[in-house]
C-alpha cells in the first residue's frame, strides 16, 4: 500500500458503498450553478441510474454526467442502486455529443458499483452500450475529466471514465471486479473479500501509483465542504490546462494516456 | 514450415500424430486429422468445439502467409497477485502459448489484413495487458498500412489478475479501434464461444461487421450472476448467436466452413487492397 495507511483496502471499499457518501448529485447540487438536467438517450427511455445536463462550473458552461444511487429506498429502487442500463450509457454518450458540438467540457462523476446486470439489459445490448462510449469517448473533440467518487466498478464504470484527466477522491475504489466477485471465484469464499481487495490494488493511492489516475483529492479530516472546493478547484485548472491545448494534440494525449497502460517482458 | 506444425503453438508434430479429440456434449473420440478435415465440428452431434488459435489460424489464412508479431510477450504481473505467475507458467505449458491471443499479419482469399486469434485455452482467453497490448499492436500496425482487421474472439473477459491494469485494457483497444475506423479500414469482428464480460463491452462490439458462429454464447453479464441477482429464469437460447441475430446486435452468423469464403467476399467488397496499397505507398 502506498503514501496513505490509514485505513486498509476493504475498508476503502466500505466508506465508497458507505450508504451516507455523497455521490453525482451532491456534487452537482455543491459545484455547478444553474444545473439544467437533460433526460433520455432519444432511443428508448430515461435511465435514473444516470444524471446528466449543463451548468455553469464557477461561470464556464460545463456538461456534466453523474452516475446517482439514489436517497429513499422508493428512489434508490428506480435508480437501480446507481446501477445504469444501456439507456443511461446511450443518454451519456448523446449528453457527450451535445457538449462536443458546443466544445463544452464534460465532467463525469462515477460511483456504482457496475452496469445494471438484467436479462432486459442484455436484450438491449449492454455490452454494445459500453463499447460505444469507450470508442465515442476516446475521440470526443472536447475535454473529459472523471471523477471517480465512490465505487468504480469494472466496465459499468469505465463506460464514463475515458477521459483526458482522471481523479478519485481518497476513499474511492476503482477495479475490475468486486473483492467479493474476485474472492468467491478464485477462492470460492465470499468472506474472504478483504484479503481480495488488499491484492487487487485499488484505492486511490494504487491507482495514482500505477499513473492510472492524475490525482487524489484528499478526504481525510476534511469536511464535505472542503472537498468540494479542492475538487471544483482541480477541475476548473485542468479545464483551463484541456481548453487552451490544440484538439488533436489532446485527443494524442488522451489515447497515450491509456495507451501506455501495461507491463510486459519479451 | 506449414501452418499445421505450429497448431498448438508449435509443441506439435504432424496432424497425424495428435492424441484424439473428445467431443464435450457427446462424448466421441474424434480422430485429430478428421477433427481438423471436419473445422473442428464433432461428427457425431454437430457441436462447434472450442477451436485452437492455430487451429483457426489453419482454416482461416491462406497457407504460409501468416507473420506473426510480438510472439514471445509476456505479463510483468503488474499487481503482483497471489498465484498468479504460477497460473501463467501452467497455462504456458498446457496451451503451448505464452498468452490468449495469436497476432499478425495474413492473407486471406488473397487480400492482406492485420489478424488477431483469441484462445480460450489459455486462461479462458481472458485478457490482460498481454492481450490488450498485442491487439493495440495489431490495430495501429493495420492502421499505418492502411489494413483492415479480422479478429476471432474468445474470452471470458477481463483478467482480473491484474487488477485495474485488465480493466484499462478495455479502454486502450477500443482507441485502437477508434483510430484504425478513423483511418477508414474495416474492422470484422467474429465472435465465438464463448465471448463475454469486458471483451463484449469494447472490442468484440466495435466491428463494422459483427459475424457469429452459430450458438456461440455472447453477452455481457454472466448467466449465472444474472440469475442469483435477479431471480429471473433464463430464456432459452437466452445470450447465444441467434438470440444476438434476433436482438440486432450481430450482422450475420456463418457457419464454420464458409467463414473464409466470406471474410474473403466481405474484404473484397470494401476494396481492402486498394487501401493497403496506399498505404504500402505512404
Ligand atoms: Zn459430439
Redesign the pocket.
Known amino acids: 500500500m502506498a503514501a496513505n495507511d490509514t485505513m486498509t483496502a476493504y475498508q476503502r471499499v466500505q466508506a465508497a458503498r458507505n450508504s451516507k457518501r455523497p455521490m453525482g448529485m451532491f456534487y452537482i447540487d455543491h459545484m455547478i450553478d444553474d444545473f439544467i438536467e437533460l433526460h433520455g438517450d432519444r432511443r428508448f427511455g430515461d435511465d435514473a441510474a444516470i444524471v446528466s445536463g449543463i451548468g455553469f462550473l464557477n461561470g464556464i458552461p460545463v456538461t456534466v454526467i453523474a452516475m446517482e444511487r439514489g436517497d429513499t429506498i422508493e428512489d434508490r429502487m428506480k435508480r437501480h442502486f446507481g446501477c445504469p442500463e444501456p439507456e443511461g450509457y446511450r443518454k451519456a454518450l448523446r449528453m457527450m455529443q451535445e457538449a462536443e458540438k458546443f466544445h463544452r467540457p464534460v465532467i463525469c462523476f462515477i460511483g456504482s458499483s457496475g452496469a445494471y446486470c438484467g436479462i432486459d439489459a442484455e436484450k438491449r445490448g449492454q455490452g454494445l452500450a459500453i463499447a460505444e462510449n469507450l470508442f465515442a469517448m476516446m475521440g470526443l473533440r472536447t475535454p473529459i475529466i472523471s471523477v471517480v467518487v465512490g465505487e468504480g466498478g469494472s466496465g459499468g464504470a469505465l463506460a464514463l471514465g475515458v477521459c483526458d484527466t482522471a481523479v478519485m477522491l481518497e476513499n474511492a475504489v476503482y477495479s475490475v471486479i468486486s473483492p467479493e466477485g474476485c474472492a468467491s471465484i478464485l477462492w470460492k469464499d465470499a468472506s474472504k473479500a478483504a484479503d481480495a481487495a488488499e491484492h487487487l490494488r485499488l484505492t486511490s493511492y494504487d491507482l495514482k501509483s500505477f499513473d492510472v489516475i492524475e490525482k487524489i483529492i484528499p478526504e481525510q479530516g476534511k469536511t464535505e465542504r472542503e472537498i468540494c472546493s479542492a475538487l471544483k478547484k482541480y477541475l476548473l485548472s485542468e479545464i483551463t490546462r484541456l481548453q487552451a491545448m490544440p484538439v488533436s494534440e489532446m485527443l494524442d494525449a488522451r489515447y497515450g494516456k491509456f495507451r501506455k497502460i501495461g507491463a510486459y517482458q519479451k | 514450415m506449414g501452418i499445421l506444425d505450429n497448431i498448438l503453438g508449435g509443441f506439435s508434430k504432424s496432424p497425424a500424430d495428435m492424441p484424439p479429440r473428445v467431443?464435450?456434449?457427446?462424448?466421441?473420440e474424434?480422430p485429430y486429422d478428421e477433427y481438423l478435415k471436419n473445422d473442428c465440428i464433432?461428427?457425431?452431434?454437430?457441436?462447434y468445439?472450442r477451436m485452437r488459435a492455430y487451429e483457426r489460424l489453419s482454416m482461416i489464412a491462406d497457407e504460409g502467409s501468416f507473420t506473426e508479431i510480438d510472439k514471445k510477450l509476456k505479463t510483468k504481473d503488474p499487481i503482483k497477485f497471489p498465484d498468479y505467475a504460477q497460473k501463467i507458467d501452467k497455462a504456458e505449458k498446457s496451451s503451448g502459448l505464452t498468452e490468449a491471443v495469436i497476432t499478425g499479419t495474413a492473407k486471406i482469399e488473397g487480400h492482406s489484413c492485420g489478424l488477431f486469434i483469441m484462445d480460450s485455452a489459455f486462461m479462458m482467453g481472458s485478457m490482460g495487458t498481454v492481450v490488450g497490448e498485442k491487439i493495440t499492436r495489431i490495430f495501429e500496425k493495420a492502421t499505418a498500412q492502411g489494413l483492415p482487421v479480422i479478429g476471432f474472439i474468445t474470452s471470458g473477459g477481463a483478467r482480473m489478475q491484474e487488477g485495474i491494469f485488465s480493466l484499462m485494457q478495455m479502454a486502450k483497444v477500443s482507441g485502437a479501434v477508434q483510430r484504425h475506423s478513423e483511418a477508414g479500414l474495416l474492422y470484422i469482428a467474429v465472435l465465438t464461444d464463448p465471448t463475454t464480460g469486458g471483451i463484449t463491452a469494447s472490442f468484440a462490439m466495435l466491428g463494422d461487421i459483427i459475424i457469429a458462429e452459430p450458438k456461440a454464447l455472447i453477452g455481457f453479464a454472466g448467466q449465472r450472476v444474472i440469475e442469483q441477482t435477479t431471480g429471473e429464469k433464463l430464456p432459452a437460447g437466452f445470450q447465444r448467436a441467434e438470440f444476438q441475430l434476433e436482438h440486432g446486435f450481430v450482422d450475420m452468423i456463418e457457419e464454420r466452413g464458409r467463414m473464409r469464403y466470406t471474410l474473403g467476399k466481405l474484404l473484397s467488397l470494401h476494396n481492402t487492397d486498394a487501401a493497403a496499397a496506399a498505404g504500402k505507398e505512404r
Open positions: 467431443c464435450k456434449a457427446c462424448g466421441m474424434i464433432c461428427p457425431g452431434c454437430g457441436v468445439l
